[in-house]
């Protein structure tokens, strides 16, 4: 089992970033696929980012691409999203997740998940 805690949420102003973190503990090599979703109220979960452990590849939804960048520090099992340029449509709770499989960003297709974290951007 992989347990994964994300922390970093909070408000910010139209324009500005945060900075999400999701560490994963547990069994630590049972995941291929790292990422980020989102839900805002009302809506369905969505897809944000993703990165795999072994190549460090990275995918985005459109609608983030270039202005969020993801990455992850092995040495600390640590997942970052770096969110710039952030917008109130951005407003929503963020989830990390995990798979054991190299995944995209369906999120039926993921294992393991974070209790979520709040992120909130003023107009």
């Known amino acids: 089992q992989v347990q994964l805690v994300e922390s970093g949420g909070g408000l910010a102003q139209a324009g500005g970033s945060l900075r999400l973190s999701c560490a994963a503990s547990?069994?630590?090599?049972?995941?291929?696929?790292i990422g980020w979703f989102r839900q805002a109220p009302g809506k369905e979960r969505e897809f944000v980012a993703r990165i795999r452990r072994s190549s460090s590849t990275t995918y985005y939804a459109d609608s983030v691409k270039g202005r969020f960048t993801i990455s992850r520090d092995e040495t600390k099992n640590t997942m970052y999203l770096q969110m710039n340029s952030l917008k109130p449509d951005d407003t929503a709770v963020y989830y990390c997740?995990?798979?054991?499989?190299?995944?995209?960003?369906?999120?039926?297709?993921?294992?393991?998940w974070g209790q979520g974290t709040q992120v909130t951007v003023s107009s």
């Open positions: 997740a995990a798979s054991s499989r190299v995944v995209f960003g369906a999120k039926s297709d993921y294992n393991y």
């Open positions: 547990g069994r630590t090599d049972g995941y291929d696929t």
